[in-house]
């Protein structure tokens, strides 16, 4: 009776190990929903976060590393695994920050920019480190970047952000609570 007791206890051993090799196989698609969702800002199925979840047919190579994840871009957040090479485009909800819909039209954001800057009150509508958006473009092209607040900022006002502790900081403007721009790029 042992040997038979052992010989189950073993194949139940086996059974157990077995789907958490299956998890370290594949990339878990649960994970790149979130890391989508936190780096947008927004929720599946609110304006400017993900559309859907990650199709669940896709079988990607498991990431060493937490994947990358960039966007808003012409409407969608690009996640990337640099270690293996693979990379997937993730469709966003219109309405959102103003990269996820694609280039803006000419002198249209920032005729919106300046007349809300006008009106509010010099309140800081950015904190001493909170997450912003920082973003650069024009009529043709728009880029951007998740940054941290190296100080408060009212709207109009000029900050210091940087994308982590040990960068260097970048001078951008405060256009909205968490929505930063690069001066130079007055066109967009």
């Known amino acids: 009776m042992s040997a038979r007791l052992s010989f189950f206890a073993a194949a139940l051993a086996l059974s157990a190990a ?20 936190m780096t947008v800002g927004a929720n599946m199925g609110e304006p400017g976060g993900p559309a859907g979840p990650v199709d669940r047919r896709l079988k990607l190579a498991a990431c060493p590393t937490t994947p990358n994840v960039e966007g808003p871009i012409f409407g969608a957040a690009m996640v990337k695994c640099d270690a293996l ?22 002198g249209a954001a920032s005729g919106r920019y300046m007349a809300a800057a006008q009106q509010v009150s010099k309140e800081n509508v950015v904190k001493r480190g909170d997450p912003v958006q920082l973003m650069a473009g024009n009529a043709a092209f728009s880029v951007s970047r998740m940054m941290i607040a190296d100080e408060d900022g009212a709207v109009g006002e000029t900050i210091r952000v940087r994308e982590d502790r040990k960068s260097a900081p970048v001078m951008a403007q405060v256009l909205e609570m968490g929505l930063v721009r690069i001066p130079g790029f007055n066109n967009f």
Not at 18 to 37: C, G, T
Not at 88 to 96: C, D, H, N, T, Y
């Open 18 to 37: 077995q789907p958490a090799q299956a998890q370290q196989k594949f990339e878990n698609l649960d994970r790149i929903d979130s890391l989508v969702a």
């Open 85 to 106: 090479g693979w990379r997937i485009r993730v469709p966003l909800v219109a309405g959102g920050a103003a990269a996820a819909s694609g280039p803006v039209p000419r």
